[in-house]
């Protein structure tokens, strides 16, 4: 059975300490792993997708990386205005139609 | 932003009644989604759309219905809405579920359902 599963559930950050997410993953034929926020009462906000082993993708103080068998978003200096939940999410194939399996995120709070 | 819109944004209705949410894009994208968000369960899919008139079932497809008769709009139904229906229920869309570079799903605002 395909499976997302997010690290840690919470986790609370002074401002400019640096830490980082896990998304692990067990899935067949992994067809992207997409990284989204999301702000209380809106919707997911696209981040990042990464498609195979070793790739990296940076925004801001944001950068994700990518295994075989998990992902990470490192998030370096952080600031208040970076708390949110962050989503891992995969889209798995062959003959998908691009459906998502989300993991359950990761609440992160970012105090001054 | 991607223009996608859903209405309505919140709605209370009792225990039996039909309900319909509607999302609307603007961004001309062939695939629509409809996903639902519970605490301890993540976003998980009820139903999407490949293109106009062509539909399948997700994950937790039981007691909804959807349709797409336009490019633009997919309509979500709760036939007889249940207390387990419950939920914030967002819409996503992308231009092809194909790698690299065009199966990012976009996610609409929300509804909030309750049902008493």
């Keep these: 059975e395909d499976q997302v599963t997010q690290s840690p559930e919470a986790l609370r950050l002074q401002e400019g300490e640096s830490s980082s997410l896990n998304c692990s993953y067990t899935v067949s034929g992994l067809r992207g792993l997409f990284w989204y926020r999301q702000d209380p009462g809106k919707g997911p906000e696209f981040l990042f997708t990464l ?3 070793g790739e990296e993708k ?5 950068k994700a990386t990518l295994t075989k068998k998990e992902s990470f978003l490192h998030i370096t200096a ?5 708390s949110a939940t962050y989503l891992c999410a995969v889209q798995v194939g062959p003959g ?17 | ?23 609307h894009q603007t961004e001309n994208h062939r695939y629509m989604y409809w996903y639902r968000q519970d605490p301890g ?22 007691g909804y219905s959807v349709s797409r008769s336009k490019t633009e709009d997919f309509l979500l139904t709760l036939e007889s ?25 976009f996610f609409g605002p929300g509804t909030r359902l309750t049902v008493l």
């Design chain 1, 58 to 62: 940076e925004k801001e103080r944001l």
């Design chain 2, 41 to 62: 369960h993540g976003l998980r899919l009820i139903h999407y759309s490949y293109g106009v008139k062509d539909t399948d079932k997700g994950e937790v497809s039981d």
């Design chain 1, 51 to 53: 498609y195979s082993a």
């Design chain 2, 1 to 23: 932003d991607a223009g996608i819109t859903q209405s309505p944004r919140h709605k209370v209705t009792e225990t039996g009644t039909p309900v319909t949410l509607r999302c």
């Design chain 1, 96 to 112: 998908s139609q691009g459906n998502l399996i989300f993991g359950k995120g990761t609440k992160l709070s970012v105090k001054p």
């Design chain 1, 78 to 82: 952080p600031k208040p205005e970076d």
């Design chain 2, 81 to 105: 809405a249940t207390s387990s229906q419950t939920s914030v229920y967002f819409c996503a869309i992308s231009e092809s579920p194909r790698p690299p570079g065009y199966n990012e799903q």
